[in-house]
């Protein structure tokens, strides 16, 4: 249940966002179910938890600005919303929850220079795996040695995923995507991910799907050839980094880029954060519930839902409901 009681009057508070939900064909049922929300039957292959975006936008689920959408938010609250270090007029990140229960796409997203060259829209991502199946795995980036002409004979023959690097992942475990770099996230995975506010996603190779009319999806393979980093065999796992340890919390960067960041907080007394307003902060708590205080009240919440701090609200504490929470932080930083 949500709650918020303000102790004095302000338009700003930390926001509990009502999601957008995506029902695509490889899509499977445990958002809802794991995260106790009240959705009807179906498939619920994304649930876009932070999305300013019109064929996906969220929407305040509690207080006073209950119903207006992030959009709504940003046009009204512009820097104390989103942080005085960020330039962009729109809400800089897309989060979501993804459900794959079958594999996603063969697929590459645009990086700032292809944008420059006039394509598409830019997409760095990671993935934060939440669940995993046993010999889980994702394919991210290309063997060594992998050109064009290799790439394009493994598609024709239908073996393009012999190309890819193969990369285990389980529970924990953050995968990092900048543009340019062909992945595809594997059955079974039940990630958060954290991207630029981008749709653009070029098709590859779809596994032969087709969709309930028999159709398969559509590809783009003229498109991904020109954003596609041919050289791309880097390390995609990062390596978690503690980064401060208070008296009950310990704090760990799990993904750093110059787009944003991912930290897991994990807490087991109140604890104080203090910044310098640059970003907004947002949170999601997989499973524990927890207390936000700050200047305009004390907001209670779930597991299993995403909070939007707005960056004016620069100084609060997060207390767990229980003996301990583990959440996550994603926030932007500020340009050097």
Same mark, same amino acid.
């Given at each position: 249940m949500?709650?918020?009681?303000?102790?004095?009057?302000?338009?700003?508070?930390?926001?509990?966002?009502? @999601?957008?939900?995506?029902?695509?064909?490889?899509?499977?049922?445990?958002? @809802?179910?794991?995260?106790?929300?009240?959705?009807?039957?179906?498939?619920?292959a994304?649930?876009?938890?932070?999305?300013?975006?019109?064929?996906?936008?969220?929407?305040? &689920?509690?207080?006073?600005?209950?119903? =207006?959408?992030?959009?709504?938010?940003?046009?009204?609250f512009?820097?104390?919303?989103?942080?005085?270090? #960020?330039?962009?007029?729109?809400?800089?990140?897309?989060?979501?929850?993804?459900?794959?229960?079958d594999?996603?796409?063969? =697929? *590459?997203?645009?990086d700032?220079?292809?944008?420059?060259?006039?394509?598409?829209?830019?997409?760095?991502?990671?993935?934060?795996?939440?669940?995993?199946?046993?010999?889980?795995?994702?394919? &991210?980036?290309?063997?060594?040695? #992998?050109?064009e002409?290799?790439?394009?004979?493994?598609?024709?023959?239908?073996?393009?995923?012999?190309?890819?690097?193969? /990369?285990?992942?389980?529970?924990?475990?953050?995968?990092f995507i @900048?543009?340019?770099?062909?992945?595809?996230? %594997?059955?079974?995975?039940?990630? $958060?991910?954290?991207?630029?506010?981008?749709?653009? !996603?070029?098709? /590859?190779?779809?596994?032969?799907?087709?969709?309930?009319?028999?159709?398969?999806?559509?590809?783009h393979?003229?498109?991904? $050839?020109? *954003?596609?980093?041919?050289?791309?065999?880097?390390?995609?796992?990062?390596?978690?980094?503690? #980064?401060?340890?208070?008296?009950?919390?310990?704090? !760990?960067?799990?993904?750093?880029? @110059?787009?944003?960041?991912?930290?897991?907080?994990?807490?087991?007394?109140?604890f104080?954060?203090?910044?310098?307003? +640059?970003?907004?902060? +947002?949170l999601?708590?997989?499973?524990?519930?927890?207390?936000?205080? %700050?200047?305009?009240?004390?907001?209670?919440?779930?597991?299993?839902?995403? %909070? $939007?701090?707005?960056?004016?609200?620069n100084?609060?504490?997060?207390?767990?409901?229980?003996?301990r929470?583990?959440?996550?932080?994603?926030?932007?930083?500020?340009?050097?």
């Open positions: 949500v709650s918020i009681h303000l102790m004095k009057t302000s338009e700003l508070y930390p926001f509990i966002l009502e @999601p957008a939900y995506k029902d695509y064909i490889w899509g499977g049922s445990r958002i @809802p179910l794991r995260f106790n929300r009240n959705q009807p039957e179906g498939v619920y994304e649930s876009w938890e932070l999305s300013d975006r019109p064929e996906g936008m969220s929407v305040v &689920a509690n207080g006073l600005l209950k119903g =207006q959408s992030l959009a709504d938010l940003v046009t009204r512009g820097k104390e919303l989103l942080g005085h270090g #960020i330039k962009s007029a729109s809400f800089p990140l897309l989060v979501k929850l993804i459900d794959a229960k594999r996603l796409s063969i =697929q *590459v997203h645009p700032d220079a292809s944008v420059g060259r006039g394509i598409g829209e830019a997409k760095t991502e990671a993935w934060h795996i939440l669940e995993a199946p046993k010999g889980g795995q994702v394919f &991210a980036g290309l063997k060594p040695g #992998i050109d002409a290799t790439f394009l004979s493994a598609l024709k023959a239908g073996r393009l995923e012999e190309t890819l690097q193969s /990369v285990p992942a389980a529970a924990g475990d953050t995968i @900048p543009g340019g770099r062909i992945h595809a996230i %594997c059955e079974g995975m039940l990630i $958060l991910e954290v991207q630029q506010n981008s749709n653009t !996603t070029y098709r /590859v190779y779809d596994w032969g799907r087709v969709d309930k009319a028999g159709k398969p999806r559509e590809l393979l003229e498109q991904a $050839l020109k *954003v596609i980093h041919w050289s791309d065999s880097a390390q995609v796992k990062t390596t978690p980094r503690p #980064i401060s340890e208070k008296p009950g919390a310990l704090v !760990t960067e799990l993904v750093v880029s @110059p787009y944003f960041r991912l930290e897991r907080l994990d807490i087991t007394a109140p104080f954060v203090q910044h310098d307003g +640059a970003s907004f902060h +947002a999601f708590s997989e499973k524990d519930s927890i207390k936000i205080m %700050c200047d305009t009240g004390t907001e209670s919440i779930p597991g299993g839902r995403t %909070c $939007l701090i707005p960056a004016k609200l100084r609060y504490t997060l207390k767990p409901a229980g003996k929470a583990t959440v996550l932080r994603i926030s932007v930083p500020e340009k050097t």
